[in-house]
């Protein structure tokens, strides 16, 4: 059986872009909120049950699970990021 894919977030504490109509929901494992941008709720959307990860805890998850992957950003999170540095 697959193991539940996760979305890895940026911490509302730490300073940062969070995109237009970014949402708070809560890290998964340590319970800090995190920045939910609109294409990744959409994601969240399409496969429930996704975990949620702030970086710093996904940082660790790296460290203690050789098989944890990151996959790649979508189109519309890679457009989101694209808008953030073109303003900057």
């Known amino acids: 059986m697959p ?7 940026m911490p509302v504490s730490l300073e940062g872009y ?9 890290c998964s494992k340590c ?3 995190v920045w939910v941008s609109p294409s990744s709720w959409l ?3 399409d496969n429930p049950g996704m975990k949620i990860l702030c970086t710093t ?3 660790v998850q790296m460290k203690e699970d050789k098989q944890f992957e990151i996959g790649a950003i979508t189109p519309a999170q890679a457009e989101e990021i ?3 540095l073109v303003t900057r």
């Open 3 to 9: 193991e539940t894919e996760t979305l890895i977030s």
């Open 18 to 26: 969070a995109p237009p109509g970014s949402l708070q929901d809560k």
């Open 31 to 33: 319970g800090q909120p």
């Open 43 to 45: 994601i969240m959307h």
């Open 57 to 59: 805890c996904a940082l």
């Open 82 to 84: 694209l808008e953030y």
